[in-house]
């Protein structure tokens, strides 16, 4: 069964903690990314990575880190220097030099 | 500037008939629209495509019009359905340096289906 998957679903974090979010897919895409969504905001990106080993900012990079050591795991870490972290975050992959993105499930954030 | 946006927030539909979602885009060397449709909680879902050197497509109950002369993308729905119900963004993806896609998406129309 092929996809994308993130994990976890809810979470929950106390101000000053570092998080990471995980990201996985088995569709054998090259490129993966990390979008933001907000109420009333269209997605915005955080970090891409068009191949294993490689990645770039997006534009709301700022407080946000990546890794991308393997090609189907391109997990997120949200650190304690981003100002307004809570938001629902979403992973998306795709082949590299195609457009279309697949999206996972998506996390919700939520700081306390 | 460059900017996908959408005419309506809210869209709601009695069940059975069409429904029309509208999206601007400003770039003009865009070469590539997706829509998608998000249901609540979850993470978007891809429905249909265009390229910029096409004006229609039609996937199943859905088709895609693009209006390159006034920049204007839209999703029609034939026939809308209750599991129709969900937000609906628009994309726009223009080329650059290095062989990414650029892509912008827009805030998202709400379409609800009245039963």
């Known amino acids: 069964d092929g996809g994308i998957t993130q994990s976890p679903k809810y979470l929950f974090r106390k101000e000053g903690q570092n998080v990471t979010l995980s990201c996985e897919q088995n569709?054998?895409?090259?490129?993966m990314y990390w979008y933001r969504q907000d109420p009333g905001q269209g997605l915005r990106l955080i970090y891409y990575?068009?191949?294993?080993?490689?990645?770039q900012k997006g534009d709301i990079a700022e407080g946000y880190s990546v890794s991308r050591e393997k090609k189907e795991s391109f997990p997120l870490t949200v650190t304690s220097a981003q100002k307004n972290p809570t938001a629902f975050y979403l992973c998306a992959s795709g082949v590299a030099g195609v457009d279309t993105q697949y999206f996972g499930p998506g996390t919700r954030l939520t700081v306390l | 500037g460059e900017s996908v946006g959408l005419h309506l927030p809210t869209l709601s539909v009695q069940e059975g008939d069409n429904s029309i979602i509208n999206c601007a885009y400003s770039n003009s060397a865009s070469d590539y629209f997706i829509w998608y449709k998000q249901e609540s909680g979850k993470g978007p879902q891809f429905i249909i495509d265009?390229?910029?050197?096409?004006d229609k497509r039609q996937g199943q109950r859905v088709t895609v019009l693009l209006n390159k002369t006034v920049k204007h993308l839209s999703l029609q729905i034939a026939a809308t359905q209750p599991g129709d119900s969900a937000v609906y963004f628009c994309a726009e993806n223009f080329p650059r340096a290095g062989g990414y896609q650029k892509v912008t998406f827009g805030t998202g129309t709400k379409l609800q289906v009245i039963p």
């Open positions: 569709l054998n895409h090259d490129a």
């Open positions: 265009i390229r910029s050197n096409m």
């Open positions: 990575s068009q191949i294993v080993n490689d990645f």
